[in-house]
């Protein structure tokens, strides 16, 4: 059973970066036909999709965020990371990492992790 | 960039009742690419339906999806006391993924 993890700071202060790692476990983050997302979700509202890695390294953002956003894989530890620069009190949120797959869609995903933006 | 819009916001029902949720796409979605999502306070978003129509392992035959074009909709028969919850759909397209704002769905 595949399963993902997301690690990280849960307070960062305005104007520093957020980093957020996700490692995964009982499966290859290596395995072909699969994407690596970062979503998240500020409290009480909806779902937004931060960006997508692959295996490869190729990657694609949200262009609401693209200019502040990277990600990054790590094949050999089976993780990999998003980063968000200049954050704001709008970046708090649940940061979740998720798997997509063939048809576009997120079959699997971490329980979540609350980064709070704040001095 | 496809917006998602779905309705109602808040959708109110009794246990045994049908609930019926609607995901409008601002323009023409491939139905190959949209999923529907279940999140219950404090937890992750669950994998319901992808494909438009396709239920994801496990999920009970009670949800069924339809749909295709712009206009989608996931109606959940006989509703049980734990299907009580958040429903989000979420399309994929030139690679990207986009949500809509969710439907709650409560207990009447």
């Known amino acids: 059973q595949l399963q993902l993890q997301e690690t990280g700071s849960g307070l960062v202060k305005p104007s520093q970066t957020l980093s957020l790692t996700c490692s995964v476990s009982?499966?290859?983050?290596?395995?072909?036909?699969?994407?690596w997302s970062w979503i998240r979700q500020p409290p009480g509202k909806g779902l937004e999709w931060i960006g997508y890695?692959?295996?490869?390294?190729?990657?694609y953002y949200n262009p609401s965020l693209k200019s502040r956003v990277t990600m990054s894989i790590d094949r050999s530890k089976n993780q990999f990371s998003l980063r968000l620069t200049s954050v704001t009190a709008a970046d708090t949120a649940v940061y979740y990492c998720?798997?997509?797959w063939g048809l576009g869609d997120f079959d699997y995903w971490g329980q979540g992790t609350l980064v709070t933006v704040s001095s | 960039e496809i917006v998602l819009t779905q309705s109602p916001g808040t959708l109110s029902l009794s246990p045994g009742e049908r609930a019926t949720l609607s995901c409008r796409a601002s323009?023409?979605?491939?139905?190959?690419?949209l999923a529907w999502y279940q999140q219950k306070p404090g937890q992750a978003p669950r994998l319901l339906i992808y494909g438009a129509s396709t239920r994801a392992t496990g999920v009970p035959d009670r949800f069924s999806a339809s749909g295709s074009g712009t206009d989608f909709t996931l109606t959940i028969t006989k509703l049980e006391p734990e299907d009580f919850a958040v429903y989000y759909c979420?399309?994929?397209?030139?690679?990207?993924?986009?949500f809509g704002q969710g439907t709650k769905l409560e207990i009447k």
């Open positions: 009982g499966g290859s983050i290596s395995s072909g036909g699969y994407s």
């Open positions: 998720a798997r997509g």
């Open positions: 890695i692959y295996h490869s390294g190729n990657t």
């Open positions: 979420q399309q994929y397209g030139s690679a990207l993924y986009t």
């Open positions: 323009q023409t979605s491939s139905s190959k690419y």
